[in-house]
């Protein structure tokens, strides 16, 4: 019954003791052959010597061989066996130890999962892209889609799709205009690769809806009009689409530092082709022409009276439905694109330029919103002679956002000046607004001010220094601005550089707001640099307002001024200085409207994340600090907000970049300390015991079900605490089942740590452990005990923080810190330790960036080791996932003070709590 399982080549077989599968390459790609110990190629080997994995390999390579003898092939002519064309020999070669290159060098399989890299740096005015593996090889060569070479070692990584041959195209120079079309591209053709530019975060983007595009082709010498149909992305190529198989759209938004995927939807070509020529039928019939016009495919032709008529009545609609290019080819229709010229006569007040301005078209004079008024309703401007102007739409955009109407009288405001310089005559500038050329080229002149070194126990870097002259000219010029210097890179001492500038000459006290947890540490910076300036702490159950007014510097914490804002509006401050200025990002909350009723004379903001989700939280710094520099929320939201981020709109981010880049000072630690040594992130995955993981799957099943049953009964939102409480349980089961299990159930995950701990103690590192649960933290603590490892704790409820961080930074005998990820996170300077352990995930990875900080930052002089620990198969697997593939949605998921869910769907939590 087995016969047609038996061997029936009765061939003479090759007897041989020995052999190698050698790895070679042609022009085809990379095959496999049989090689003797000396080299030699053979064949028809008997394959009784070998083991299993061996044997399987020859009987593959043999049936591969004999398939080829009977196939015609015009690639394969020498019957060769490609692994692009059986990759599934990888897995038999790993296991083989007798794979060699063409040098008779052995090859070695590394049994981990390599990533490919992309680094993208700025380079003068150019960019260039490196491909890595693994972060640091940049030499490798990729044999398969899912295979790499290097150094005599192979290694598997992510399939990146069929096109790998050319993956070392992206090793690339270019200008920063073809960056987004370069990293399109990237997407387009190839999976799996991770993107690095700068500190810039890779997201989702929202859907880019495709727009139909009219290509005014030409207008032949018989006047006939030719229009083609294409399809129109914003800010690419017109026939980019058409020219590269593009799957999605990659936007770069330099202003919150981020590279967004696009998924694009396609409009029906057919439609839009169908839907123009019952439009054009509908004149034809009118003008009574038989023909008149012609199609084909995307192709229309118009007969010169028939085209006349459609341009000039159905121009309007046709701006407001398509893209149109080649406007400029219809001056033989008398419609022509113009170059407008304003016309102003202005005269200055405080914050603004007021007066006249009209708009000169040709010979023909309009007033500006009079202009405004007719293009908003015809799309274009008909002068006396018939002739209808068309004026460039951005154009006309711009002048909405700068110009405002004011009774009788045209405004624009002293901060727009830097943008409009092309639009009016510089010396009208000039004469109306004498200092508004010293103020805004004093902007390009402060590294060489001559001022003064600060008076305080420091020497500054070159960078905080120019930091200190930046802000004493925005004093000096009774302007107030944002200092965006990354976390680590010294705020706290360029603004003690101001205040110790500014008294003791001004006799009103400067006002500086901060979290909670940043009173003591302010006090404690204040008194090392300039114990001089005379500081008091307003905050506290016991806290009194007359009992501090006489001091220069005023220490209180936002929840204080929210509280008290009755009393502290009606002081006249110097300054109000917001430290961690994100806390204002919500224009609506209680905090920020607290803080706008502040009166000061000067205010700055101190924040190393001064956007970190949305433009409206830019809005939001800047209506505390420049009131007058955007107008309304809503002026914002419709000029600047949503055509940046529904249209990516290149213009308006470039306008917006000049309106606010006088009054942000923001440096990153890899611009200004190219001595600051690197910083090693890794993952180690944990398996859970055996009862970890039948605790987890059962509470995991028991509350999918159940939560399930409650949206099915109480409804989604009335279940979202419910939800909240069950990610929860599930987080501390994968992390210290000690906690709900009343120590019955034992963690992996504390074995693992305490072990790195004490390997790295040994070696005479310092560490710092990061958790979210409190419980978590004494059970490390009662780890470290054990071990008689020294240590110290904190979470949100210690009161002596100043007094530990002190005590560690300078203490070599205490060598690991243990505190919660949130009350590390901000304001802490702890750059004596080097190793850092995130015993568990938090949902958005900026939250633990932020704590590694507390060790990566100025001062740190060795590389910093951050481990991730990860229990395999559990929800912290989720989190890591979501955090690189949907940290958009976590973003908005957990509020600020972690305590509710904004938004969750049902698929979320299939995703989250399925198997």
Known sequence: MFDNLKKHDTATKNIVNKIFFKLSKDIEGYYISIVDEHNNYIENIDHHNFNKNTQDILDIIESIETE????????????????????????????????????????????????????????????????????????????????????????????????????QDLNSTFIYEEFEKFLTITYSYFNNIIIKYNNYSVENGPLITAKPLIIIEKIDKAKSLYLKLGTFIPNFDNNFIEEYNIKNIITVNDLEQKILIHDIEFFNISKELEYLLKIIVTYQRELKLKNG??????????????????????????????????????????????????????????????????????????????????YKKNSYITLSDGTNALINKNYIEKLERIFRKDKTKTKISFFDLPIIQDLIDEKILIDAFPKIKEIFEGFNKISSLDLQKPD?????????????????????????????????????????????????????????????????????????????????????????????????????????????????????????????????????????????????????????????????????????????????????????????QRDNDKEIIKELKQKIYPFILRRTKKEVLKELPEKIEQTLFIEMNPKQKKLYEEQRDFYYTLIKEQINTKGFTKSKFFILQALNELRQIASVPENISNNAIKSSKREVLIENIKEAVSNNHKILIFSNFIKTIENICEDLKKENIKHLSMTGSTKNRQELVDEFQNNSNIKVFVMTLKTGGVGLNLTSADTIFIFDPWWNKTAEDQAIDRSHRMGQKNTVFSYKLISKGSIEEKILQLQYEKSKLFESLISDDSNSIKTLSKDDIDFILNT
Not at 130 to 137: A, D, K, Q, V
Not at 486 to 500: A, C, E, N, W
Not at 531 to 559: E, F, H, M, S, W
Request: charged share 20%.
């Open 68 to 167: 080829n003898l009977f196939s015609i092939s015009w690639e394969n002519n020498d019957k060769k066996v490609y692994l692009n064309e059986h990759p599934f020999l990888l897995n038999l070669l790993k296991n083989s130890k007798i794979l060699i290159d063409d040098n008779f060098n052995k090859l070695n399989f590394i049994d981990k999962i390599y990533d490919l890299t992309l680094v993208i740096k700025n380079n003068n005015t150019e960019l260039t892209s490196t491909l890595y593996l693994n972060n640091n090889i940049k030499n490798f060569i990729l044999i398969t889609e899912n295979c790499a070479l290097f150094d005599n070692n192979l290694v598997f990584i992510k399939d990146i799709g069929e096109n790998f041959e050319n993956i």
């Open 293 to 374: 016009y012609f199609f084909d495919e995307t192709l229309i032709i118009l007969e010169e009276k028939l085209a006349r008529e459609f341009i000039s009545k159905e121009l309007t609609n046709l701006l407001t439905k398509y893209q149109i290019i080649g406007t400029d080819k219809f001056k033989k229709y008398n419609i022509k694109n113009v170059k407008p010229k304003l016309i102003t006569n202005l005269s200055h007040s405080i914050d603004f330029l007021e007066g006249d301005v009209s708009i000169q078209i040709e010979n023909e004079i309009f007033s500006i919103f009079d202009l405004l008024s007719i």
């Open 456 to 644: 305080i126990n420091a020497t500054l870097r070159s960078y905080q220094e120019y930091g200190y002259k930046w802000l004493v000219f925005l004093y000096n010029n009774n302007l107030n601005g944002c200092l965006a210097d990354d976390m680590g890179l010294g705020k706290t001492i360029q603004t003690i550089s101001l205040l110790s500038y500014i008294y003791p000459k001004s006799k009103k006290p400067t006002l500086i707001v901060m979290p909670k947890s940043l009173i003591y540490n302010w006090e404690n910076e204040i008194l090392k640099f300039n114990p001089n300036l005379y500081t008091k702490i307003y905050y506290g159950i016991t806290r009194n307002l007359d009992n501090v007014l006489d001091a220069q510097i005023i220490l209180t914490t936002y929840g204080t001024v929210r509280n008290d804002i009755k009393f502290l509006k009606e002081i006249d401050f110097e300054m109000i200085v917001l430290d961690e200025s994100q806390n204002i990002k919500n224009v609506n909350s209680q905090i920020t409207k607290a803080v706008t009723l502040l009166n000061a004379d000067h205010k700055l903001a101190l924040s190393g994340t001064p956007v970190e989700n949305n433009l409206g939280e830019l809005y939001s710094l800047f209506r505390f600090l420049n009131p007058n520099m955007f107008g309304s929320a809503e002026h914002f939201n419709n000029y600047y907000l949503l055509p940046i």
